[in-house]
């Protein structure tokens, strides 16, 4: 069984931090590309921020100086370092990752998602 095991969430005062964690369990060759979404209540989900495979990031304007994604391929497991918390970060967060199976298909999975709220 494959799955992403997402974590970290939790409530923040604004100026705050956490840390999101997403762990992929299972027999997996390798993760190409993993992402972090978000959405908060009565708007689209965004994309927050992407890490290929090379380790090359991306984030949305909103986010840029202060939050970071990384990864760690011994674990397979990506992170969202969030610092300076804003009340508008407020939502739910969910892990996205494109696996890679020894069989050579691939597959694209989401996290269960976590809540962060950040107060005024």
């Known amino acids: 069984q494959v799955q992403l095991v997402e974590s970290g969430g939790g409530l923040v005062q604004a100026g705050g931090s956490l840390r999101l964690s997403c762990a992929a369990s299972?027999?997996?060759?390798?993760?190409?590309?993993m992402a972090w979404y978000r959405q908060a209540p009565g708007k689209q989900r965004e994309l927050v921020a992407t890490v290929t495979s090379g380790g090359i990031r991306n984030y949305v304007d909103s986010v840029k100086g202060r939050f970071t994604i990384s990864r760690d391929n011994a674990k397979k497991t990506m992170y969202l370092q969030m610092n300076s918390l804003k009340p508008e970060d407020t939502a739910v967060y969910y892990c996205?990752?494109?696996?890679?199976?020894?069989?050579?298909?691939?597959?694209?999975?989401w996290g269960q998602g976590t809540q962060v709220t950040v107060s005024s």
């Open positions: 996205n990752a494109d696996l890679l199976y020894y069989s050579g298909s691939s597959d694209l999975i």
């Open positions: 299972g027999s997996i060759f390798s993760i190409k590309d």
